[in-house]
């Protein structure tokens, strides 16, 4: 997902690798993303790194914990057993980072909407936490200010009834002459404090890297 807002003198630029929800008739998508490590190298090393992290136990365990969010969310809108998992922990590789991605899909209930559907499914699992609410609870109390744009969503409706959205990671915003960009990771009982700073390193350098492309006119 690509997209550039301009909203006055502001502007919100982003790349996110992320599904919130598609309604397409009453076809439901919903893509959570939960697992990340760096690019190798090489081929050899980028396959070790992928298969190292679709092996981790905290990596694995935290994926399957926002698939069983993201079932539930879905599960609010769709028809009784039409919820189910496509693709499970395939990796989805980007120019900076590779990511474990399942594919959820379900049947949207004939009395709902597309905005029912993006009700039930925002704000997306994979960068509140579960249990959401409180998550989120917990996030607003240790946060040291709010996220703005971060993490939220931005989405294109048509005039067919269709709706599709994203995340809002991966993002830069515009104001005043300054550029912010914010990176989070899923924080759980056995995370290494360090392996998820890297991680958010990791996550924010493509964003870096286009503003340094950007500045030389490339």
């Known amino acids: ?41 090489t081929d050899a090393e980028d396959w070790m790194l992928g298969e190292e992290m679709r092996n981790d136990e905290k990596e694995v365990a935290e994926h399957t914990m926002l698939v069983d969010l993201g079932r539930n969310d879905l599960g609010r809108v769709s028809d009784y057993g039409s919820v189910g998992v496509e693709e499970l922990m395939t990796i989805e590789r980007y120019s900076h980072v590779q990511h474990l991605v399942t594919s959820l899909r379900g049947r949207l209930r004939d009395e709902l909407d597309r905005f029912h559907a993006l009700a039930a499914c925002f704000p997306a699992g994979t960068v509140t936490g579960a249990p959401k609410i409180r998550a989120m609870e917990i996030i607003r109390e240790l946060e040291p200010g709010t996220r703005g744009v971060y993490a939220g969503a931005v989405l294109y409706v048509d005039y067919a009834d269709n709706l599709d959205s994203c995340i809002a990671i991966r993002t830069i915003e515009l104001r005043d002459g300054v550029a912010t960009i914010q990176a989070g990771a899923g924080i759980v009982a056995d995370s290494v404090p360090e392996r998820e700073y890297e991680e958010c390193v990791s996550k924010a350098r493509a964003l870096f890297r286009a503003i340094e492309l950007a500045e030389t006119g490339l």
């Open 1 to 41: 997902y690509m997209y550039f807002l301009r909203l006055g003198d502001d502007a919100i630029i982003g790349a996110s690798p992320e599904m919130l929800v598609r309604s397409h008739g009453q076809r439901l998508d919903y893509r959570p993303i939960a697992g990340t490590r760096k690019r190798g190298a």
